[in-house]
């Protein structure tokens, strides 16, 4: 069965830390996968993968996936109390429209 | 301004009323997904549509009903809703091909 599993399920840091969030997947015939940040209700898109080894980048965040091991990482550098929130993965396979996600990592940013 | 609209965005009401959460989308996406999600399970798929008239089950289809009689609508039916559907509903569009999903802004349903 196709799942997605993220690490860590919550996390607390302060200003100015840098974390990295993990997204591990096995999907019959992967075609993509993305990541969505969700603040108090409707998540919103982040970044697209469907190349391995290619960063995507978006000022202080970055994601990079790993086909070959099946896994991406999300990394925020510089903290601030407004990344506070839930950080969704998901795995978009080919042939159907599921988009499989994960169950999150909530980040904490405390000042 | 291109979005998706759900509408209520708060619902509570009795075990058995039928109920109906409209989605509605101005993006002309062919592909629109109903989720539900709960504190540690993440968004989990209840139906899908890849077209007009085509719908499919998701990985928790069971106590729901969907239809997609035009493109930009696709409404969640409780034809009879228990407490264990209390949760938050997501409906999400998106363009055929490899594409981000754009999301509504959530229902709350709460069934007691």
């Known amino acids: 069965e196709d799942k997605v599993v993220q690490s860590p399920l919550s996390l607390v840091v302060h200003e100015g830390d840098t974390v990295t969030l993990n997204c591990s997947y096995e999907?019959?015939?992967?075609?993509?996968l993305l990541w969505y940040k969700q603040e108090k209700k409707a998540p919103t898109f982040l970044f697209m993968l469907?190349?391995?080894?290619i960063e995507k980048k978006s000022g202080r965040l970055s994601s990079i996936l790993d086909k070959k091991e099946l896994f991406s990482i999300l990394n925020i550098t510089a903290t601030q109390t407004g990344d506070s929130a839930i950080y969704l993965c998901?795995?978009?396979?080919?042939?159907?429209?599921?988009?499989?996600f994960g169950a999150g990592t909530r980040l904490t940013v405390k000042p | 301004e291109a979005q998706v609209t759900q509408n209520p965005r708060y619902l509570i009401t009795v075990t058995g009323k039928k109920l109906t959460v409209t989605c509605s989308q101005n993006?002309?996406?062919?592909?629109m997904s109903w989720y539900r999600q709960d504190p540690g399970l993440g968004l989990r798929q209840i139906y899908y549509?890849?077209?007009?008239?085509?719908?499919d089950k998701g990985d928790v289809p069971e106590g729901y009903k969907v239809s997609r009689k035009e493109k930009r609508n696709f409404p969640l039916i409780l034809e009879s809703p228990s407490p264990n559907q209390t949760s938050l509903y997501f409906c999400?569009?998106?363009?055929?091909?490899?594409?981000?999903?754009?999301f509504g802004q959530g229902t709350r349903l709460t069934v007691v």
């Open positions: 469907t190349s391995s080894g």
């Open positions: 998901a795995v978009e396979a080919r042939g159907n429209n599921d988009m499989r």
């Open positions: 999400a569009s998106r363009q055929r091909g490899n594409t981000e999903a754009f």
């Open positions: 999907v019959t015939n992967f075609r993509s």
């Open positions: 993006m002309n996406h062919e592909y």
């Open positions: 549509s890849m077209n007009v008239e085509v719908t």
